[in-house]
């Protein structure tokens, strides 16, 4: 209540109206420094601003300015600051227009449906959404779920939205969107086409009465049984349970993947009991719902050594993303990144008949192309973003690819409509593991599965460097540091450009190493992650570019410099299994 509470209403400039208890208003004249006061009778508040009917409560100005702020960082989602100071400020009135804007740009007066994940400003946003789109609140809902809802044949669903910030962290909120005239979520240009739409409403402020149409009960019901129906598929087993025998601890960190213990896993016979922050809180107490964040790998890979688990599921706050943990192997070991890659892939050709394109991103490593080639397969090497690996794959010819994986553990499958799954592919990975142990021992473990034959490197970090004009930056920030990388490839004699650059500039470092350079999409930095296959590798690597950068030019150096001079603290070792499952050290953080 803070920042609401330092922002002049429209109705009594220098005050603001808020509804709160004695304990509230104590705790807040703290927090603020001056006293808040609790009139006898509040006032009222009729839900209009400017005439407006059901638009929500803030200024025009602060309106507007949140609207242009959120169309111009736009991407294949929204994303902002649930707090009306933040530069990137996402709020309720911000929603609101956007779901006007959503409606318009949809061009159809069929269904529109809004789902959420638990943080704790999702209700009102997602409130404020449906008011101006005239749209159906479904409460809880996960990604793959809402963009579902409108595939099928007989759907009466327009468009879909969720409301998430995916891994972020509480305070940020947004919106992913779906289309059924598209058969799948906008992408970026289609995104910034609604949120100009937005703004010129804001703008505009015509007089509207839109209203939200209700709720909708049972709205997971057809994806779960979906899901179960794909556990049962890969375990080739029309029995009722075949997962009985099976100990798997889910993690999905408090967001809205709890279900898949309950609903999905459980009622198949698995023992789900030894889970974790299955209950939604969008506090997120235990850590980000995050399967890349080390804390969340951490707690799963605690859990599932604690518990004797066989499998651990990591989900991201909106279920769009996953990762898994050996627990057959003493200490358990992650299965992300290249190891969650390869696993696909295997699965994936094999139910294609050993023939196929896979498309990830560019980060993968170096024996991620053998592996899949050793298996009839094409690995199309291809750009950071889910949208950007899904959209590719759709679109190869002769016929689509089988797949579109992210090392983030976004991925797609040909057989699910391409629809980002984290769910997905954690019940086709955990039902192909109940086949292979009703044919085998009975006790494999899903890195088994891989039969030891993905190369992976000894080392791997990723070093961020924060740029100081911000966002906008980036760009410029890249370009400086890809041509450190050229002239450094033009003077080394054992560093080569590779041939296939989709998506920032990759370089063979050596015959053991490799690195790439990307702008990010999200934060004010520039990264180099690199990845070598004899230990000091990844610092000699970092040392070697070191002398090629000039000071001054947009981004911090001094990561990369201490990247560079880890090897002289660091002894020779052999892999952890984080390292061998492409797990990173990281240098450096954006400012």
């Given at each position: 209540l803070s920042p609401a509470l330092r922002l002049p209403s429209a109705a009594h400039p220098g005050r603001a109206h808020v509804v709160m208890g004695a304990d509230t208003a104590s705790y807040l004249d703290s927090t603020i420094g001056r006293p808040v006061v609790i009139p006898d009778v509040a006032p009222a508040y009729d839900g209009r601003v400017d005439g407006v009917a059901g638009a929500p409560a803030s200024t025009p100005d602060a309106t507007l300015a949140s609207l242009k702020a959120l169309a111009a960082a736009a991407k294949d989602d929204v994303r902002g600051?649930?707090?009306a100071g933040a530069p990137n400020a996402f709020l309720p009135d911000s929603a609101y227009w956007i779901g006007v804007a959503f409606r318009q740009w949809l061009g159809s007066s069929d269904r529109v449906a809004v789902g959420a994940d638990p943080r704790l400003s999702s209700p009102e946003i997602s409130d404020a959404f449906c008011r101006g789109a005239g749209a159906c609140n479904v409460g809880a809902g996960t990604t793959p779920v809402m963009l579902e809802s409108l595939?099928?044949?007989?759907s009466d669903i327009a468009g879909s939205v969720m409301v998430t910030a995916s891994h972020l962290p509480a305070e940020w909120n947004g919106l992913k969107f779906f289309a059924r005239s598209l058969g799948r979520g906008l992408n970026k240009k289609e995104v910034k086409e609604v949120m100009a739409l937005a703004v010129e409403l804001g703008e505009a402020r015509p007089p509207l009465e839109p209203k939200a149409v209700g709720g909708a009960d049972g709205f997971m019901v057809p994806y779960v049984e979906k899901l179960k129906g794909a556990v049962r598929a890969a375990a080739g087993s029309d029995d009722a349970t075949p997962l009985a025998g099976?100990?798997?601890c889910v993690n999905p960190g408090s967001g809205a993947g709890g279900f898949f213990a309950s609903e999905v896993l459980a009622p198949l016979g698995a023992d789900v009991s030894v889970s974790i922050n299955l209950a939604p809180d969008g506090n997120f107490p235990a850590h980000l719902p995050n399967p890349e964040d080390k804390a969340h790998v951490a707690a799963t890979i605690d859990a599932v050594a604690a518990s004797g688990a066989?499998?651990?599921?990591?989900?991201?706050?909106?279920?769009?993303?996953?990762?898994l943990i050996d627990g057959c192997l003493s200490p358990p070991e992650p299965?992300?990144?290249n190891r969650l890659i390869a696993l696909c892939a295997m699965d994936a050709l094999e139910a294609a008949g050993g023939a196929g394109v896979i498309v990830t991103d560019p980060v993968t490593s170096t024996g991620m192309g053998p592996f899949i080639e050793q298996r009839g397969g094409v690995h199309d090497r291809f750009q950071m973003g889910y949208r950007n690996v899904i959209d590719r794959a759709a679109e190869t010819t002769p016929e689509p690819a089988l797949l579109a994986i992210e090392t983030s553990g976004h991925s797609a499958w040909r057989d699910n409509a391409f629809v980002d799954d984290g769910c997905y592919t954690a019940a086709r990975l955990i039902g192909r593991l109940a086949r292979e142990r009703r044919a085998g021992s009975g006790s494999e473990g899903l890195l088994e599965l891989l039969g030891g034959t993905l190369e992976e490197p000894v080392e791997s970090i990723k070093v961020k460097m924060g740029v100081a004009a911000g966002l906008p930056g980036v760009p410029a920030a890249e370009e400086a540091l890809c041509a450190a990388l050229r002239r450094c490839a033009d003077a080394?004699?054992?560093w080569e450009i590779e041939k296939v650059n989709h998506d920032?500039?990759?370089?063979?470092?050596?015959?053991d190493g490799w690195l790439i350079i990307r702008g990010s999409l999200h934060e004010p930095s520039v990264s180099v992650q690199t990845e070598s296959d004899v230990a000091g590798g990844t610092a000699a690597i970092c040392a070697t570019l070191l002398k090629y950068v000039n000071e001054g030019e947009g981004f911090e150096v001094a990561p990369l410099a201490k990247a560079g001079s880890a090897a002289e603290a660091a002894p020779a070792?052999?892999?952890s299994g984080a390292a061998a499952a492409g797990g990173e050290a990281d240098f450096g953080a954006p400012p």
């Open positions: 600051i649930v707090d595939l099928a044949p007989s099976m100990k798997i066989d499998v651990g599921v990591m989900l991201d706050t909106d279920v769009d993303r996953c990762g299965v992300n990144r080394e004699p054992t920032g500039l990759r370089c063979a470092a050596g015959p070792a052999a892999p």
